[in-house]
């Protein structure tokens, strides 16, 4: 047996869960999928006292429609649940396209869509976007809840807002306007394994071809997903030029990232290849936009 | 910390087992070591290399990355349930014909990804097999021929249809 011993609870609704951790305070940690954790648990690089299984209670999995037009999805909502739901086929094709590129399909069965954003892994593809799409975190403690911008959520390297003693509950997806396109470029050495840059990008168009809204993230090149400013600074309002792209792309690796050298590529090396994803991610977004989405 | 045991009930290849188990016991541990059910291959433990997957209600996932405990109430099946040596799965005949496999060591967590994966997609492509297998690591064959029997089952089902 590898992992260290623990205690373990297996609540059955979110009230008993969010009582456990309330009782357990910083001894207690969340179970999701547990393809992080439990791998962590293996090493014994993690050694949580206590365990509050998430796995028995169903009324957190589920992709809903919001009245506006978006979805709300339930934090034990299996990636590979996401990746095939209609509902977010028809509304977010960013994330059918950013999954099949997040580990292997035996992870995304089992790993779950709120669980690899609480992770808050810098080069986890699902924490970047959930940036990207500001998507609201709720999160909820016994007799407590409160919402988090998915902008605000992440705080460190594998660090969020979020407490002990409260869990994720769920996340909510804003509706993208007309003429929205987005998409997702990353390099890895291997199918299924992590970046070593990417990025993902979103752009409105208006009825002339320019950009009403230009949002852009970069993952894998600083110690969390960077929110670019530069997309839309230099975007919006503007045609999206070939020239533009480019300089939003010398802008975005000279002044926005801070890329670390390791094991995986070194930082110049990261730097050159943002630059390429900068301009192939902004360009066919802006395809898919000019066709409607 | 304790180190308490928990009762479960769980249902491996259509046979229903009732255990204690320590909560950090691995479902993978659990197989090989509390019931002798050692064609579940463990190679890594933390989710790279596949050998160690079982399908978990019908879903292909990491028997090292699941605690025994989270197994309780739910069912599971291993390469122990295809076929027998004298009368193989079909897909372990292909692999067979094939030459899909050297050592062996990894073809259990192969032939549980793919059987639920041809069950959704009967004419795959080959880069939708490829896909489908870019979380399982074979040392020995370079993947080509693990590609050439899955189609060779692939057509022989269509046929057999
Ligand atoms: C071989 C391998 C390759 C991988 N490759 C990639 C990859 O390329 N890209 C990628 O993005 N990911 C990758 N992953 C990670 C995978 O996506 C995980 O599923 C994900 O990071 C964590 O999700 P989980 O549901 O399994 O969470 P868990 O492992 O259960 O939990 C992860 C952390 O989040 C906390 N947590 C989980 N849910 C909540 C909640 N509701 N409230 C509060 N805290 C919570 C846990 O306490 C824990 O600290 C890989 C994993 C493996 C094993
Ligand atoms: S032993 Fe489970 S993936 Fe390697
Ligand atoms: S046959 Fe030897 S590892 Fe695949």
């Known amino acids: ?293 | 910390m304790s180190n308490k045991l928990f009762p479960i009930t769980v249902t491996v290849n259509g046979v229903e087992y009732k255990r204690e188990v320590e909560a950090r016991l691995l479902l993978s541990d659990f197989l090989r070591h509390d019931l002798g059910l050692l064609g579940t291959h463990v190679g890594c433990e933390h989710g790279i290399c596949g050998a160690c997957t079982i399908l978990f209600d019908g879903g292909a996932v990491r028997s090292c990355l699941i605690f025994a405990v989270q197994a309780n109430g739910h069912e599971i099946r291993t390469v122990e349930s295809l076929g027998t040596p004298e009368n193989l799965h079909p897909l372990q005949q292909s692999f067979h014909e094939k030459h899909a496999l050297q050592c062996g060591f990894c073809t259990p967590g192969f032939l549980m990804t793919l059987v639920p994966f041809l069950e959704e997609n009967p004419h795959p492509s080959d880069d939708e097999i490829r896909e489908a297998i870019d979380g399982n690591i074979c040392r020995c064959t370079g993947y080509e021929k693990i590609v050439e029997a899955v189609q060779d089952a692939a057509a022989k089902n269509s046929q057999a249809k």
């Open chain 1, 1 to 293: 047996m590898k992992p260290v011993n623990f205690d373990y609870y297996a609540p059955s609704s979110v009230d008993e869960a969010l009582d456990t951790l309330a009782e357990l305070g910083y001894d207690g940690k969340v179970l999701a999928g547990g393809q992080s954790l439990i791998a962590a648990m293996n090493f014994r690089m993690a050694r949580p006292s206590a365990l509050v299984d998430l796995n028995n209670v169903p009324e957190l999995s589920y992709v809903k429609p919001t009245e506006d037009g978006g979805l709300a999805i339930g934090t034990m909502t299996r990636v590979f649940d996401v990746e095939h739901s209609a509902e977010v086929i028809k509304r977010f094709p960013l994330l059918i396209e950013v999954s099949k590129y997040i580990a292997h399909p035996q992870i995304r069965r089992r790993g779950t869509f709120g669980g690899a954003i609480a992770h808050a892994d810098p080069a986890g593809q699902l924490p970047s976007i959930s940036v990207l799409m500001n998507m609201q975190a709720l999160i909820k403690s016994k007799g407590e809840e409160r919402w988090v911008d998915g902008q605000d959520l992440i705080i460190g390297p594998f660090m969020t807002v979020i407490e002990p003693h409260e869990m994720l509950a769920e996340l909510v997806l804003k509706p993208w306007p007309a003429r929205t396109g987005s998409n997702y470029v990353q390099v890895s050495r291997q199918s299924g394994g992590y970046a070593q840059s990417a990025v993902a990008s979103i752009v409105t168009l208006d009825e002339n071809e320019r950009c009403k809204d230009a949002r852009m993230v970069l993952m894998s090149v600083g110690e969390v997903p960077i929110l670019s400013q530069k997309a839309g600074e230099i975007l919006v309002g503007n045609a999206p030029t070939r020239e533009a792209i480019e300089e939003v792309a010398e802008l975005a690796v000279t002044t926005e990232i801070d890329p670390a050298t390791d094991l995986h590529a070194t930082a110049d090396y990261r730097r050159s290849i943002t630059r390429v994803l900068v301009v192939r991610s902004l360009t066919e977004a802006v395809e898919r936009a000019k066709r409607g989405g």
